[in-house]
Nanobody
Framework: QVQLVESGGGLVQAGDSLRLSCAAS????????MGWFRQAPGKEREFVAG????????YYTESLKGRFTISRDNAKNTVYLQMNGLKPEDTAVYYC?????????????????WGQGTQVTVSS
């Protein structure tokens, strides 16, 4: 069982940066691929970024490459999402997710574990 708790969301202006954090419980964090998803009002949840169990591979949705960076610290059981140059269209609830199979997380986008989400609002 893995529990995920996101933090770091908030209200920012266009062009600002935010760093989201996701703290995971359990001793097996380092065996899980981790990822971030988001869901904007009236839209389906979409994949944002993913990272392999040891951080050796990262994955991004094409439109966010260059602005968002995912990273992890296995010693702290934490995964991060650095978001730069935020735009109003980045407004969404951001969810942390975990699965031991990166394919399930990144390609099938059906990870086993989800956090409760953190709201990011970008004003113009």
């Amino acid at each position: 069982q893995v529990q995920l708790v996101e933090s770091g969301g908030g209200l920012v202006q266009a062009g600002d940066s935010l760093r989201l954090s996701c703290a995971a419980s359990g001793r097996t964090f380092s065996t899980y691929a981790m990822g971030w998803f988001r869901q904007a009002p009236g839209k389906e949840r979409e994949f944002v970024a993913g990272i392999s169990f040891n951080g050796g591979q990262v994955y991004y949705t094409e439109s966010l490459k260059g602005r968002f960076t995912i990273s992890r610290d296995n010693a702290k059981n934490t995964v991060y999402l650095q978001m730069n140059g935020l735009k109003p269209e980045d407004t969404a609830v951001y969810y942390c997710a975990a699965d031991q199979d990166p394919h399930t997380l990144v390609v099938k986008t059906t990870p086993e574990y989800w956090g409760q989400g953190t709201q990011v609002t970008v004003s113009s």
